[in-house]
């Protein structure tokens, strides 16, 4: 193969290069070969050259959606390097270090070969080997039982966090007949909910390319996609000279880029906002032909908000009144500025309320789908919708009225995913049996464990439950409770389906055969479905057909998009703006079909919440531990404690297993402000014991300055141990590193009654262990 | 002060901080690619911390070998393990010289020098056997996602502003 002959692209001039370090260089990368970084023909003449195979498909390190591209590299079978895929529109040829660490993770130690049946006691975590089809039929008959006994609804399924399979899980749960989708109440579906509800869809993009303001509000945007579209457009607006405000409790990367830090007590975002709608309204900072004409209920809001001054607010969120002013009037006053909000706002009982208030500050400013602001739909492109998996169809009123725990009340079910009841509250029905006790949960992906609060509950729930199945790829916390243990096989020994991003639609393609006895999640439920009679529902047991039958809006089989190696890009369109006619007017995915907004306008004041029984103004509560809520509590436990949900090597609670990682953040590490760890003799590297009203936790502390000197915080799911680097796994519950003990679960106090968020916030003593 | 070679052209690393995410990318690929050991880290990133609660900020910096000018490891060994090659700048180590006494770590502002399991020296080669650096980048630049960390050809005089710059930002 001809190299192509390269002229000396990367001698930079010295001017150039001296700048470097300060204003940094626009380069291209250029080479006819690149190292970890490829086209397709430079990967196949780099595996050609190695004696290796190569193969393009999707990195599977992270989610919720398909993302980067890669370059999967194997050698007489075994899966040895991941380059970047350059003509992926995700990653254009990077890498986060998860993605770099692949083949770790396949060929970890962790990884489940075979299927298992429980043979001691549950809690024993004694199996037995047993055939794939075995499994399959022990676990049919159990359902078949269940279902005919107690009926359908006794089936629930834990989300996962979502993957493309989520919707196959849905498919599974409809056939099936149970309402029952364990959604975690942990994320997104809590943001969107408030959003779609106040405006008639959530405005999830922010126009980066144009915003001159920039609120980041308690969001990662680095570690969610370090090497994704979402990072390039960060550092690009930055380097245009955007303001960017960081609002969130600690300073992480993302805060060293931005301009200013609003430091900001976990838990408190909704009276920010509460108080950031004060001033707006008081110094009417506002589009008034927006309001008039689009918005239902600014007369209510502003007599509401009096009470919600930024002084006021200054007490809760530890913000000086000051400061929340002048970010409320910068954002208000600049024709182009956008807030980006994330997980940080969603684990608190006030979490709907904040992403209300914050819709509704994003729409009376006038930025609601305006250039530089948030915008109401994806970048639109010239790509057919595949056939939906979803048998969303199907849902009929019954059905919701037998949901065991709904996440949203059932007058708002079914949301946009699916019907769905708490994640949390599958396990607390098994305990309290009411309405009625949930018979089997099937877990694929998840480990109740770890990654809900109330660890404790869910262990006595688990060993009360009938029939657990624990479904996935390594050793989970939970699986010492599963009756039966399915493996299945990582995305890399997986040849279905094809993924969507965006624009871009690719073929997911297998690199190397799985490892063990087992198939891919889909083949799971394919062959579940099928041995339970609901063949008919999939596809006869077949990934071909299912993925042909969705490609039918393309005009091609997958067979046809197999011969696109790196996938087809379709054309952008251009994004239109100020949809406010068609958005508003959207129907909601419930029963009724109702529209989101009654009103066709914006729901400042939400009749839909009023009629359900909620308040129809978004309003403060507090958490069910906090310096504001519970002062009492402050001489025994005067710090706050919160968890991170992304960092910047794990994945949740995965991959505590993956050496490369591992190395990086090897310790459950408490960042401590130093002030606060000298008043108590601590210094970095000290094992510290951490107590709050519901549990104790023994972690590592970090002396960081960049933290509020009233709050701590750890990265959530820490368990396991890594093998190759001589960590044991970690007690689960009192005396570990599960930070998910230390949270309420009171009914009363824990919960967003409207999104059943659970609160991850409660207030803790810190010493020396 | 000795008498500085004349001026001739070496590879070096660029690193833009206002673009780096700290996402460790580069750390990792470094690993993953040249097989790194467990405990040993060829390229290293760091966070910086900068002012005081609540005026607090943090840098990041991406570090491996810079590849001096005039290397101070170099001068340091006892044994003459460790060369600056004449054709490209790269500083390399001969293990089977090197008698793991760590003089060059006393000497090195960035860190360098790292010792892995049989005691000897090792680190950061620019990838010259791996890569043909007159047409490839290794694998730490191509896998960063902001391009904050570049790799190039530079002159002696720009080498030494980078070691200058890469160690005020590591001093703060």
Not at chain 1, 90 to 113: D, H
Not at chain 1, 552 to 557: E, L, N, Q, R, Y
Request: some cysteine; proline content about 7%; charged content about 25%.
């Amino acid at each position: 193969m001809s190299m192509k002959k390269k002229e000396d692209h990367w001698s930079i001039d010295r001017r150039t290069f001296l700048k470097a370090t300060g204003a940094g260089i626009a380069g291209a990368a250029l080479g006819a070969f690149p190292f970890d970084s490829f086209t397709l023909d430079e990967a196949m003449a780099a595996a050609a050259q190695a004696g290796e195979t190569v193969i393009p498909t999707f990195c599977a390190m992270c989610g919720p959606a398909a993302n980067c591209g890669v370059y999967a590299f194997a050698k007489n079978g075994r899966f040895i390097k991941v380059a970047g895929m350059k003509e992926s529109p995700a990653n254009e040829g990077s890498l986060c270090p998860k993605g770099q660490a692949s083949p770790q993770w396949v060929y970890s130690r962790e990884r489940l070969k075979y299927p298992l049946k429980r043979v001691g006691k549950k809690g024993e975590g004694k199996f037995q080997r047993i055939a794939w089809d075995e499994a399959i039929g022990i676990i049919a008959d159990t359902l078949k039982r269940q279902k005919e006994k107690y009926g359908p609804e006794s089936l629930a399924l834990l989300s996962p966090a979502r993957r493309t399979y989520s919707d196959y899980l849905y498919r599974f749960l409809i056939a099936h007949g149970s309402p029952n989708y364990g959604h975690s109440g942990i994320c997104v579906m809590q943001r969107s909910f408030a959003f779609m509800y106040t405006l008639g869809d959530w405005p999830r993009i922010v126009d980066y390319g144009k915003s001159d303001v920039l609120l980041i509000w308690g969001k990662q945007p680095i570690y969610s996609g370090p090497a994704q579209e979402g990072v390039r457009a960060f550092v690009n607006a930055k380097a245009r000279g955007s303001k960017i405000i960081a609002i969130k409790p600690t300073v992480e990367p993302d805060v060293g880029l931005a301009d200013e830090w609003v430091p900001i007590r976990p838990g408190t975002d909704a009276a920010l906002a509460l108080a950031m709608l004060h001033v707006v309204v008081n110094e009417n900072l506002i589009d008034q032909a927006f309001v008039e004409q689009w918005c239902y209920g600014y007369d209510q809001l502003k007599e509401h908000v009096q009470k919600y001054s930024p002084a006021w607010a200054e007490k809760i969120t530890g913000v000086p009144s000051e400061q929340i002013t002048q970010v409320a009037r910068i954002y208000a006053t600049t024709k182009q500025a956008g807030i980006d909000t994330g997980n940080g706002l969603e684990h608190t009982p006030s979490s709907n309320d904040a992403f209300r208030a914050i819709a509704i500050l994003i729409a009376v400013t006038g930025h609601l789908d305006r250039p530089g602001g948030n915008l109401l739909g994806p970048a639109p492109n010239k790509m057919p919708r595949p056939k939906s998996v979803h048998l969303m169809e199907r849902y009929t009123q019954e059905w919701v009225d037998k949901l065991v725990y709904p996440e949203f009340p059932k007058p708002f079910q079914p949301f946009v995913e699916g019907t769905s009841s708490a994640y949390y509250g599958l396990f607390d029905s098994v305990l309290s049996e009411k309405p009625y006790p949930i018979r089997t949960i099937i877990a694929p992906g998840s480990q109740a464990l770890v990654s809900t609060r109330g660890p404790k509950r869910v262990v006595e729930a688990l060993k009360k439950l009938e029939f657990y199945v624990v479904v996935d790829v390594a050793r989970t916390a939970d699986m010492p409770y599963a009756d039966i243990v399915i493996p299945t096989a990582t995305p890399y020994e997986t040849g279905h389906p094809f993924e969507i991003r965006g624009n871009w639609i690719m073929a997911r393609n297998k690199v190397i055969e799985p490892l063990g006895d087992y198939k891919s999640i889909y083949e799971f439920l394919c062959d579940l479905g099928v041995k339970m009679g609901y063949g008919a529902d999939f596809w006869g047991g077949s990934m071909e057909v299912s993925m042909n039958d969705q490609l039918k809006p393309f005009g091609m089989t997958i067979d046809d998009l197999r011969k696109h190696p790196t996938g087809i890009q379709y054309e952008p369109t251009p994004r239109t703006y100020e949809k406010y006619e068609s958005t508003f007017k959207r129907k909601s995915p419930r029963i009724s079909g109702a529209p989101f907004l009654p009103q066709a306008k914006v729901a400042i004041y939400n009749t839909s919440f009023k009629e359900a029984g909620f308040s129809p103004l978004p309003e403060w509560k507090e958490p069910p531990e906090s310096i504001t809520g519970t002062p009492e509590l402050t001489m025994k436990y005067p710090l706050i404690l919160s968890d991170y949900h992304t960092s910047k090597v794990f994945t949740a609670s995965w991959q505590r297993d993956v050496p490369y990682l591992r190395e990086i953040l090897p310790y459950p590490t408490l960042h401590i402000h130093p002030d606060t760890a000298s008043e108590r003799g601590i210094k970095t590297g000290d094992w510290v014991r951490v107590e709050s009203p519901h549990g104790r936790i023994k972690v590592k502390a970090e002396l960081y300055p960049g933290i509020r000197p009233d709050t701590v915080m750890m990265l959530h799911g820490w368990w396991q141990g890594c093998k190759e680097l001589g960590f044991k796994d970690f007690p689960l519950l009192d005396g570990g590193a599960n930070v998910n003990i230390m949270y309420s679960v009171d009914p009363a106090k824990a919960f967003d009654p409207l999104v059943t968020a659970m609160a991850s916030q409660t207030l803790v003593q810190v010493k020396k262990a | 002060m000795e008498r500085r070679r004349e001026m001739s052209t070496e590879y070096g690393f660029s690193f833009a901080k206002e673009k780096c995410i700290q996402c460790f990318g580069c750390e990792v690929a470094c690993k993953s690619w040249r097989e790194g050991e467990f405990g040993v880290r060829w390229r290293r990133v760091y966070n910086i911390w900068q002012g005081r609660y609540p005026k607090v900020k943090n840098l990041s910096a991406s570090v491996s070998c810079m590849h001096c000018a005039e290397p101070p490891c170099a001068k340091a060994c006892p044994v003459q393990a460790i060369q600056k090659r004449a054709e490209d700048g790269i500083v390399i180590v001969d293990t089977g010289k090197c008698i793991g006494c760590k003089a060059c770590l006393k000497v090195c502002a960035f860190g360098a020098p790292q010792f892995g399991a049989n005691g000897k020296m090792q680190k950061c080669d620019m990838c010259f056997n791996q890569a043909d650096l007159s047409r490839e980048f290794p694998p730490c630049i191509e896998t960063c996602p902001t391009k904050a960390l570049q790799f190039g050809k530079m002159d002696q005089k720009e080498k030494i502003a980078l070691e200058q710059d890469i160690q005020r930002l590591m001093a703060l």
